[in-house]
Every structure is written in C-alpha cells, then in structure tokens.
C-alpha cells in the first residue's frame, strides 16, 4: 500500500427518532469514544444548524460540542466536517481557531469549505452568495486565518474582507492546519490544491472519478509551487460497522484500494452504534491490518 492509514471517527451531533432524538455525540462522550478513540486518529463533527429529517430534532453547535469534546478526549486530533465560511467572520474565526489550538496542545485543524446550505444562510440572516464568490470569501478567510496565527499585527485588505491589526494572541506552534473540503472541479478543488494542508473530497463513485478529482488537486498544487504530496488526502466513508469476519475482510479491501490511489485518511461516519463490541472488532480487524 502506498501509506499507512489514519483513521478519524465522525461523532453525529444530530438526534433524531433512531437515537430517542437525543444528540448521539453527547450519549457517545460516555458510551462510545473513550473506547473507540484510543483506536482513531482524529474526532470530527458537522457544521449544520439542523439536521436533515426534522428541522426539530436536536442538533448541536460545532464549535461547542467540538471544544467540549477537545477537554474530554485528549489524545486525537480535532477537526470540523466541515466550516461553512460564511457562518463565522474570518478574523473571529481566526481567534477561535487559535485559542482550542492553543487548549487542546496543537491538536486542532480547521476544517472548512465554501459551503452549501442555502436555507440555513437565509434562515440565519446570512447573505448567500453564489458558488464563485463564496470559494472567493474561502480563499480570503483562509489568508486571514494565517496571518493572524504568524503575526502580531496583521493586516489584510480583501474584497470580502479586511483586517487592520487583527491580533490572536498567543500564537501558537504549530498554528493550526487547515483541511479545505472542496469537490468542484473548476474552483474547489484548484484552491485545495494552492492552501490546503488537507484535503476531505467525495470518494462515492468510480475510483476514477476520484483519482481525477486528486489530479486537479495536485496539479495545482504544482502551478502554486507547493509540494503535492505534503498534502494529506481524506475521504469521508457512511459505513456500517463490521458484525462479521466476513464484513471487516471486505472493509479491509475496500480500504486497500482507496489507500493505493492516494488516501492518507478515512473519515468514518458509523451512525449510532450501540455498543463498543463492533467497534472493537472494526480496531482490529480493519484498522490493525491496514496499518500493519
């Protein structure tokens, strides 16, 4: 295989009638993670306002829940899956990001894109603008992100936005990495290529339509005079968790051949499992081969 894998667990920050419409992250915290995170690299958690059955069942917030779950679980990485820039202003953004950098002991990674959701936009209040603009707003977000994180008095002068010695001390080393979810050929996928320190694009179709995604991104990682594979690659996977041998030896194929074409990471989306037993079994008889 061409790496070895890092594993990341999606905690679902939704309830709804499969989990008696209680947040599942917060019945994980106890139930679930301390035994499946000693297994996992990384925590993420959604960016939603409200989930996707009943604009009614509880949904929480990601930056609380993931800066919660940062002072309870201390030995992965903590990433959002992923930021719609236009839900936060970048320079306070910036702030946060550098405070749970400097809270969790650098384990922090912000994750973000364009976003998508246009009705959560209007509910909010926010403006939505369309796709080129906001990749536009991503870009200058992501610059303001660094310069606060490096410099004491930074200052930029965008056309979505601008900052005149917008300071978040203390700087922290390492500032966080930035994951830049992107799938769009034209725009999305140029700028990961240009910014991103990560990468979390669509693996739901043919390899094919993946590898040509990945050459986007790392093409223009070269034209930006970046080295393409200091770019760590992650995938996003909704899977049931393995009840048999037989299901962890297909996971394990199936996992083989995303690596071989280029994935560093896989993001798992488990649901509601309710108990570690198959957890456990996913540890050892998926993780342990892949990076054995």
Not at 67 to 94: F, I, K, M, Q, S
Not at 162 to 190: K, N, S
Request: aromatic residues 10%; proline residues 8%.
């Amino acid at each position: 295989m061409a790496t070895t894998p890092k594993f990341g667990w999606l905690s679902p920050v939704i309830g709804n009638r499969w989990s008696d419409h209680r947040p599942i992250a917060a019945d994980q915290d106890t139930a679930i993670l301390p035994t499946a995170l000693p297994h996992f690299d990384s925590l993420w958690i959604a960016d939603h306002f409200w989930g996707f059955d009943q604009k009614s069942d509880p949904f929480l917030e990601a930056w609380t829940t993931l800066t919660w779950l940062a002072a309870r679980h201390e030995d992965v990485e903590l990433c959002h899956h992923v930021l719609g820039v236009g839900y936060r202003h970048p320079p306070l953004l910036a702030k946060m990001a550098a405070t749970l950098q400097y809270l969790s002991g650098g384990r922090f990674v912000l994750g973000i894109g364009a976003g998508w959701r246009e009705p959560e936009y209007e509910a909010y209040g926010y403006d939505f603008p369309r796709p080129a603009v906001r990749f536009a707003q991503l870009e200058e977000a992501i610059t303001i992100c660094r310069r606060m994180w490096t410099e004491v008095e930074p200052s930029f002068e965008g056309r979505h936005y601008r900052i005149d010695g917008a300071a978040a001390p203390p700087l922290t080393d390492p500032p966080p990495r930035v994951c830049v979810g992107a799938a769009g050929e034209q725009i999305g996928l140029p700028l990961a290529g240009r910014l991103a320190d990560m990468w979390n694009g669509p693996f739901k179709g043919e390899t094919e339509d993946f590898v040509r995604r990945y050459d986007i991104v790392r093409r223009a990682a070269e034209g930006a005079g970046r080295d393409p594979d200091a770019i760590e690659v992650s995938v996003t996977l909704e899977r049931a968790l393995p009840e048999s041998d037989e299901d962890s030896s297909r996971l394990v194929e199936e996992l083989a051949a995303k690596v071989e074409v280029g994935v560093d990471h896989f993001v798992m989306d488990f649901g509601n499992p309710a108990s570690t037993e198959p957890v456990l079994r996913f540890a050892e008889q998926v993780i342990a081969p892949l990076r054995g």
